[in-house]
């Protein structure tokens, strides 16, 4: 199974400003996701990476806010731009596994609070 | 399009009881089915999953979840709980057509009290 890890683990950021969270894994991988968990709800997910093309973004979710750089088969970052008190959440990446039919691993998120 | 959705938002049980978390999903198209677990202040944790092949599935810590395509349902099942067990439970859906993306149900908060 795929081992993954995300920097920062949680943030506190103010109003306007921008963080980038970085998502490593310890294995090739070919799709890579990026998800939001505002408090208390679900997991929604924000964009596909694929290494090597642009990022697919979900309906809600757009490029200028959340721009996503994929540059090799084991590294991802999300960038939360412009951020908002709407965008505290927790923020994770995931990774599917074909070869354990189609299983996604979850890294552990990063919890971040706007003020 | 495909949806999930859990039916109880919360569920209290007593520790060593039996305890049932339902889960049903809107498809047009066959899906794979999938339980994860979040404990506090952690990532997801896949409990266990549905591709194909024998409608009751076995898992992890003791669970177990059946597929029944006539219901559309997934419930997942584990006959005694444990306070360790507490935790958040979200039963996600994908399928070829959306690209084996996961599409989450909105979770379920297991509570065991002692």
């Known amino acids: 199974s795929a081992v993954i890890s995300q920097k920062p683990s949680r943030d506190i950021c103010q109003r306007g400003t921008s963080l980038t969270i970085q998502c490593q894994v310890d294995?090739?991988?070919?799709?890579m996701f990026w998800y939001r968990q505002q408090p208390g709800q679900s997991l929604t997910l924000i964009a596909t990476a694929n290494q090597g093309s642009e990022a697919t973004y979900e309906s809600g979710f757009v490029i200028d806010k959340f721009p996503i750089s994929r540059p090799n088969l084991t590294f991802s970052t999300l960038t939360v731009s412009n951020m908002s008190p709407e965008d505290s959440s927790i923020y994770l990446c995931?990774?599917?596994?074909?070869?354990?039919?189609?299983?996604?691993?979850f890294g552990p998120g990063t919890r971040l609070t706007v003020t | 399009a495909q949806s999930v959705t859990q039916l109880d938002s919360q569920v209290p049980v007593f520790e060593e009881a039996p305890v049932e978390l339902r889960c049903n999903y809107s498809s047009s198209v066959s899906v794979y089915l999938f339980w994860y677990v979040q404990y506090p202040n952690q990532g997801l944790q896949l409990l266990l999953k549905y591709l194909s092949g024998s409608t009751l599935v076995k898992g992890i810590n003791g669970f177990e979840a059946e597929f029944n395509k006539s219901q559309t349902s997934f419930h997942l099942r584990k006959p005694s709980v444990h306070i360790s067990d507490t935790a958040e439970y979200f039963c996600a859906v994908s399928s070829m057509d959306s690209s084996y993306k996961l599409i989450f149900g909105s979770g379920t908060r297991l509570l065991v009290r002692p």
């Open positions: 294995s090739q991988v070919t799709m």
């Open positions: 995931s990774v599917e596994d074909r070869d354990s039919d189609y299983e996604q691993y």
